[in-house]
Structure formats: structure tokens, C-alpha cells
């Protein structure tokens, strides 16, 4: 019955007639977006996303899950190039983008809708045109202007468990195509082990994101989710020498209204012992820092 639209951060109710009829053609409308994405629901699984042709991601929860009526979200995903620049005059994009063609591998974190894909494809429009970018995601929202950008998209099981893709199965596959640069959409799952073991093994200069609260809330999402991957079994030593060795920064970014800015970067430089030694060059309202100790994790 209602729609709420986000504008310069804050809600604003638009209220609508809410007929039976409107509630009708939402439905049908949603559904057959579904069906050219080639995403479909039941009563099993009351809930899908797809991207539509026009680049906006649809979210849809149906009841029962939603007993009050369908919920549909729609977020409309700013492309490189288009409107006032983002990024550009952020002294941490500076930081990042030199990080990004130094072949050095960047872990971007922040809440939904902080900007972390449009970051990611701003930094990868930065890239050569002759490397190839090789992205692995649930919804393909990455639009970077470059000319050799790949997109691989997960796929979720049908209703009887088969046929399911995952980020994982995507990117030991992506491994096989030769790529320069390994771009994971967001980390949330067991493929995270099989990027920082990549990474390990000569596929550096990588991208991914994550949702965290700070970048060290990143890392320790990173080590969480590793070790539920491996049911405990890796040892915080070996985890933390797969993590100095495979990331180089950890990179958080935040949103206040309409404004999106890089607030912290750390850089990690080595292990000791089974700890982390992180250096922070930039904190939000400082600006960059000088090297003084490291601080552990």
C-alpha cells in the first residue's frame, strides 16, 4: 500500500491508493521481471533477486515470508562516468587507485548502499584496457568502463537443491580463463578461502568486498568466514600468513546523506607471530598518516 523513496539519505513516504488493482499488476509485473532474469520463487523459498535490463536491482520478499503483502525493492545503481563524480576528489580514492595499478590486492568494506560497488568500478575504469577483469557475483551490478571486463553470476539451487552455481564453483572456474585481475562482488561465504588461496598462488592485484562495520571488522569477518569454511580446522597462524601474504589494503567506506567517502585504509605489512601487523594510512577527517608503529590484530 505505501512507497518509501531514499533522497539524500532519509525516507520520504509517497503514498499511493493501494487498490486491489495496483497491487495486482505489481505482482505480475515482478514476477515476469523474475522470469526474464531467469529467477523464479515458490512457498519454499518466498524471496528472489534480479537485476533488470535498465540496471536496477529487484529484490522481492513474497508472503508468507511478508505477511503484510509483497515487499519489493528497487535500488538504482550509479554508473562510472554518469553524473557528478563520486570519488574522484576523495583523497583515499587517490590512495586506492595508485594501490589498484600497483597490482596490489584491496579489501573494500562498509554497510549497504555505502558505495563499495561503485568504488570497486570506479577503481577498475583506472585498470589497462589489455587486462582482462574477471568478476564473480550474485547480481552483476559492477559496470566498470573498461573494454575486457568478464561477468560471471552465481545461480541458486531450484526447488528440488539442483543446478545451484556457486561463487565458489565461479571462481575456481574464472582461474582457468587467464585473468589479470579477480574481482569477488561481496564476500559471504566459503569462497573467501578460495580467493585469499588464489591469491597465494600468483593471481594478485584482486578486488572484493565485504560487509563490516570497519576495516578491521573486515578482517575479522574475513577470518570468521574462513573458518567456517574449514569447520575449524585452519590454524589462526596459517589463516593470518594466507591474509598477509594475499591482501595488501583493507579499505572502509561509509555514507553520510548524499555523500560517499573512503574513511580508513589500512595497510598490512606482514605477519608476526600468528598477528597482523596493519598500519594505518588513512583515518576519516585526518588524512593520510605517517608510518609510526604498527598496531596488531
Not at 97 to 100: M, S
Not at 145 to 153: E, N, Q
Not at 260 to 263: A, F, G, I, L, P
Given at each position: 500500500d505505501d512507497a518509501w523513496v531514499d533522497r539524500c539519505g532519509r525516507w520520504e513516504k509517497i503514498v499511493h491508493g493501494g487498490e486491489p488493482s495496483s497491487r495486482d499488476w505489481l505482482r505480475d509485473w515482478v514476477v515476469h521481471q523474475l522470469g526474464s532474469a531467469g529467477r523464479t520463487w515458490d512457498a519454499r523459498s518466498p524471496y528472489a533477486d534480479a537485476l533488470l535490463p535498465g540496471g536496477q536491482r529487484l529484490h522481492a520478499v513474497f508472503p508468507p515470508a511478508s505477511p503484510r503483502g509483497m515487499l519489493v525493492s528497487l535500488r538504482r545503481l550509479a554508473r562510472p562516468g554518469t553524473g557528478p563524480p563520486l570519488w574522484g576528489a576523495d583523497p583515499g580514492f587517490g590512495i586506492l587507485?595508485?594501490?589498484?595499478l600497483a597490482r596490489q590486492s584491496i579489501l573494500l568494506s562498509g554497510a549497504t548502499g555505502a558505495g563499495k560497488t561503485t568504488l570497486a568500478s570506479e577503481l577498475l575504469s583506472a585498470l589497462p584496457g589489455h587486462e582482462r577483469v574477471v568478476a564473480l557475483e550474485d547480481v552483476p551490478e559492477l559496470a566498470p568502463?573498461?573494454?575486457?571486463?568478464?561477468?560471471?553470476?552465481s545461480r541458486p539451487p531450484n526447488p528440488d537443491g539442483y543446478g545451484g552455481v556457486s561463487l565458489r564453483d565461479l571462481l575456481r572456474q574464472s582461474l582457468r580463463m587467464r585473468p589479470d585481475r579477480l574481482v569477488l562482488g561481496e564476500c559471504r561465504g566459503d569462497e573467501v578461502l578460495e580467493l585469499l588461496q588464489a591469491l597465494n598462488t600468483g593471481h594478485g592485484g584482486a578486488l572484493a568486498t565485504i560487509h563490516a562495520d570497519s576495516a578491521r571488522d573486515a578482517l575479522r569477518r574475513v577470518e570468521l568466514l574462513c573458518h567456517l569454511a574449514t569447520a575449524g580446522t585452519l590454524t589462526p597462524p596459517l589463516l593470518r600468513d594466507l591474509m598477509a601474504h594475499g591482501l595488501q589494503w583493507v579499505a572502509h567506506v561509509e555514507r553520510e546523506g548524499t555523500v560517499?567517502?573512503?574513511?580508513q585504509i589500512l595497510r598490512i605489512e606482514g605477519r608476526e607471530g600468528d598477528t597482523l601487523l596493519l598500519r594505518q594510512v588513512l583515518q576519516r577527517g585526518h588524512g593520510p598518516q605517517p608510518a609510526g608503529d604498527h598496531p596488531r590484530m
Open positions: 587507485r595508485r594501490a589498484v568502463r573498461h573494454g575486457h571486463f568478464l561477468s560471471l553470476v560517499r567517502r573512503v574513511s
